[in-house]
Structures are given as C-alpha cells and as structure tokens.
C-alpha cells in the first residue's frame, strides 16, 4: 500500500496534535500517524495529569497572561465544556481528552492513521522522501514533501540519521521513568485528614528497607473520580528509555513498586483500608530520551536569562524541574512572576535535514533545558509553531530551512504567541 500527502506528521501527543491541526487549519494536507489508537500521547498512554501551569501573572496588573498558543486553550475549553469543568485549567480526564482531540483533528481536515508504528525513513540528500509503518501487519509505505517528528522519543529523527543527544551531558542519564497508577475505593474524608501521615511514615519505611522505590516521597493527585486518587510516585533510574530491553526491566519494577505503595497504604493509612488498584498505564512514562541535535540548542542559560532570539517561535517558563535521574531527589528552578523565556525556530530543525522537523520533548536542548518546556501546553505550543511552519513553508514553495521567519511569527502573534 502507498499513500502521499503534503505533510506527515508521526505521533499523536500534543506536540503531533497540534503540529497536525495547525498545518490543517492552514491548507495543508495532513496525515497524522499514531502507535496507539488514540491522541494524547503521555496523558492517554502514560496517565500523565494534571497540565502543569502554563501562564504568568503579570505583576504590574496581576493579570494571567497564557504563554501556550490559542490551539492549546481552545483544545481545554472544549474539554471544560464537556466535562462542566469552566475555570479550572489543570486538571482533564483523558478519556474525555482523547474524545476533544479526535473531533478537532477530524472537524480541521486531519486524516488519522492510529495503530501504525513508523519503522523506516528513507532519506535522499537531506529530504525524506517516504517513511514505511506497520499496521495490522501490513507495510505501509507514505510519501509526503513535508514531516513533523512529534514522537517524543524523535524516532523518525533517528531513523532519518539525524545526530541525536541523550540524557545528561556528562553520563547520559535520563530523568527517571514513572509508570502511573491508580487506586479507586479510598475514604476521601480519611485520607485527607491522614495525608500528612504519608510522606514521614514512608520515609521511616525507606529507612528500614521496608520501601525499595528511591523517590523521595509519594506524589498523589486527586482524580475526577469519587475516591479515586492518581499516583505519580513510581520511580525507575538508570535506565535507557530506548532501549527496549531496558524499557522492558523498567516495566517490570515499576509494577513492583505500584504493589509495594499499594500494599504499604492499604495496610498503614486510615482510609486506604478498601483500596483497589485500579489501572496502571499502558506504558511506562518517560520524561526524556532522544534530544535531536539542532541547528540551536537551547540551555540552562539561555532560560535563567530569560533568552530572547530573533527567530523565536515559542515562550515557556515552567520550573526547571529534575527528578534525579540517579536516585532520591528532586531539584527546582522557578521564574518569577511576568518571566519567561523565548525558544527558535532553530531548536525545532535537525542538523542535515531540509523537509523535517521536530516537536514536543524532543526539540534540540540540553538535559537541563528539557527539563521545563517538557510539560504538556508547551509540548502544544511547539507543536502549533511547526504546524504554522509547514504551512509557511507550503505557501512560499520553500523547504524548512528557508521558512520565512517574518511571516511565521506574525501568524503565530496572531494565534496568541508571546514572541
Ligand atoms: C511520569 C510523567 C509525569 C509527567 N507529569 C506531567 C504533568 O503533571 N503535567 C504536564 O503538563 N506534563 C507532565 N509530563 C510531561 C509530558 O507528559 C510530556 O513531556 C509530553 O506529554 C510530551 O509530549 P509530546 O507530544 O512531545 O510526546 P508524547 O506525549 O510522548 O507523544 C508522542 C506520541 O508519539 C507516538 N509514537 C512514538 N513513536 C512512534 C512511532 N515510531 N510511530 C508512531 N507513533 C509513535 C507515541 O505513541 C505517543 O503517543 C510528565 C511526563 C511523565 C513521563
């Protein structure tokens, strides 16, 4: 089977998403391909939640100030809408979620390809000339002039032979991977008069090599569901994420320590007595893997000095937030108050490469600078930024490399961008 369009883009987060949306909007032809059956990515197949804060409070006026793209907050007004839940920005329930963004592609022109895993490029002097996926095990080649890599793990980057980063710079650590769960039958009214209970008996247990999970504490999350509470607090380290064998031992411990929580709240804290462990995610999450290496790479510098660059496309200024990737831990850098930090154009185009480019966690930056742009809206944001390129693109004839800058930025102002 072989199929063409005018741009591909490969992973349905919220980096593909919008990518696939914002192209759409603007004339282009989409196809959108997905691994799973579902858009969302970490949020539908890793139960990520809640969106982490993605506005500043103007000092001067104390006015919220978005820094995530309209696409972003129209994706979340027509989740408020269904859901009745108008005014509150973080949290989603991500069946719902997946419902919002399969209507939107869909109602934008997006054509959707789910169940289809991307496992070759064939690339001939800087163009990728087609792609070849598996799904229902067919081999599907796919033609396109433009790609969006919006895989997190840039798999299509990689498989193009772009020049790839991964982890830290110094041993190639990631930050760790989490699988999340859920536990549904707990006494609400209990545990919340309990909570504070939690961390110091945990830590006493961590001691007593009761607990063998290295995070520092247990990271809960309330839940749209009555006496459902959503756990972020599985912690897997020193382990490649792309590697699948090692991808594979992470599953297999984080499950143990989803049973060892479970066990140590059921059988220690008031309230958890009925618990039940409800779901654990399809797949184990995993905050940082491949980084392409772009044509910028963007630093700790360049967000604690609040970087400013010509060809900026994106604003983020979510804390510099690291889980230790060796063990117990976790650092923060926070902005202030009306502080954020510009990303270019530059980050989203690997070395080499004139017709792809590349959204969401895996942009061109280093461990540290991944650290805060990783977060979902934003993830969003860079995807509308490579969306509205392709279509510039599209529009002057030329490839990514010669986007017009100019014409970029005035039509992601236009869309709400703080650039
Ligand atoms: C445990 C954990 C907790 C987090 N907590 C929060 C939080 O509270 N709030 C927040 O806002 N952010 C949080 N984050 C960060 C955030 O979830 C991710 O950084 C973000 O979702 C990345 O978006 P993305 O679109 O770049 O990639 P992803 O969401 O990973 O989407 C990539 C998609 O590409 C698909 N794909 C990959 N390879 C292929 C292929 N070869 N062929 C076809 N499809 C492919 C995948 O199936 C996936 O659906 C957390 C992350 C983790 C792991």
Redesign the pocket.
Known sequence: MKKRYELIV???????VSAAISAARNGVDVLL????NCL???????L?????EYWTKLPETGERKYLCGNLFLEIVRAHQEICATKGREHEFDEEIMKLVLNRIALKNGVKLLFN????ESNVVEGNIVSIK?LGKSQVIELFADYYID????A??SMLSGCPYTIGREKDNLCQP??L?FRLSGVDMEKFRINRNKINSLYTEFQKKGLIKNPRENVLIFSNFNDGVLHF?STRIVKHNPTDPFAVTDAEIEAREQVFELYQFLKKNIEGFEHARVLSTALQI???ESRKIEGEYTLTEEDLKSLARFDDAVATANYDIDIHSPSGSGTSHYYFGDGQWYEIPYRCLLPKNMDNLLV????ISSTHEAQASY????F?AEL?QAAGMAVAVAKKNKTNMRDVDIAQLQKLLRSEGFSI
Request: with cysteine.
């Open positions: 490969v992973g349905g987060g919220f980096a593909g391909i997905e691994r799973y969302g990515g970490a949020a539908a197949n890793a990520v939640m809640p969106f982490m289809t895993t991307v496992f996926a919006a895989t997190g793990d798999e299509l991977m989490t999340c972020n999450g995993i905050r959204a969401g966690r895996c990783r977060i979902m809206p993830c995807g």
